[in-house]
T-cell receptor, first 115, second 112 residues
Framework: DQQVKQNSPSLSVQEGRISILNCDYTNSMFDYFLWYKKYPAEGPTFLISISSIKDKNEDGRFTVFLNKSAKHLSLHIVPSQPGDSAVYFCAASVSSGGSNYKLTFGKGTLLTVNP | DAGVTQSPTHLIKTRGQQVTLRCSPKSGHDTVSWYQQALGQGPQFIFQYYEEEERQRGNFPDRFSGHQFPNYSSELNVNALLLGDSALYLC???????????FGPGTRLTVT
């Protein structure tokens, strides 16, 4: 039973346009969400996160939106650049007293940004 | 500042053998987690170590065990290797109570 789902295996966008990556979750106990980017032959790189007490978090070209009622989050990249081409993973965590516990990942979405 | 480092980079083992993978966390980080990533899948949580003790464990058999040393580095041991253990093994570290985990480049294990 996959608790974090990324239903689009791949996404292709033009340079300069917006990239929107989507993620759904089923476990209502999740209260912290993260996005990671992964290039081939490298480990995942942390991009941006959001707590369940917020509905938006922005960092430069990256914005994450959280819709708790729909159990849905999305990552927006504006403007998209060819260097953004990578696999993007959505991850979720259940926090407990501020402690850092396991991350549950989706299967990833391959983003290709065309020049 | 060195990030998370893992060794070896690649490893080929035979079914039934045992393997040890090593991880050094990012400077200032005291919590280490291990993940298994099969081809086409997202990373799956194996276990997490803090203060030299296993704090949480995922759905992996007892063949998977670990250890954390006083300098916060960690080892992952897998006994009686199966073909299905072939995967990328990722180590991640974090500074105590922070939620963001920082990953190393991984060890690619192939079991033949």
């Amino acid at each position: 039973d996959q608790q974090v789902k990324q239903n689009s295996p791949s996404l292709s966008v033009q340079e300069g346009r917006i990239s929107i990556l989507n993620c759904d979750y089923t476990n209502s106990m999740f209260d912290y969400f993260l996005w990671y980017k992964k290039y081939p032959a490298e480990g995942p790189t942390f991009l941006i996160s959001i707590s369940s007490i917020k509905d938006k978090n922005e960092d430069g070209r990256f914005t994450v939106f959280l819709n708790k009622s729909a159990k849905h989050l999305s990552l927006h990249i504006v403007p998209s650049q060819p260097g953004d081409s990578a696999v993007y993973f959505c991850a979720a965590s259940v926090s407990s007293g501020g402690s850092n516990y396991k991350l549950t990942f989706g299967k990833g979405t391959l983003l290709t940004v065309n020049p | 500042d060195a990030g998370v480092t893992q060794s070896p980079t690649h490893l080929i083992k035979t079914r039934g053998q045992q393997v040890t993978l090593r991880c050094s966390p990012k400077s200032g980080h005291d919590t280490v987690s291990w993940y298994q990533q099969a081809l086409g899948q997202g990373p799956q949580f194996i276990f997490q170590y803090y203060e030299e003790e296993e704090r949480q464990r995922g759905n992996f058999p007892d063949r998977f065990s670990g250890h954390q040393f006083p300098n916060y580095s960690s080892e992952l041991n897998v006994n009686a290797l199966l073909l299905g253990d072939s995967a990328l093994y990722l180590c991640a570290s974090s500074p105590g109570e922070r939620y963001e985990q920082y990953f190393g480049p991984g060890t690619r294990l192939t079991v033949t």
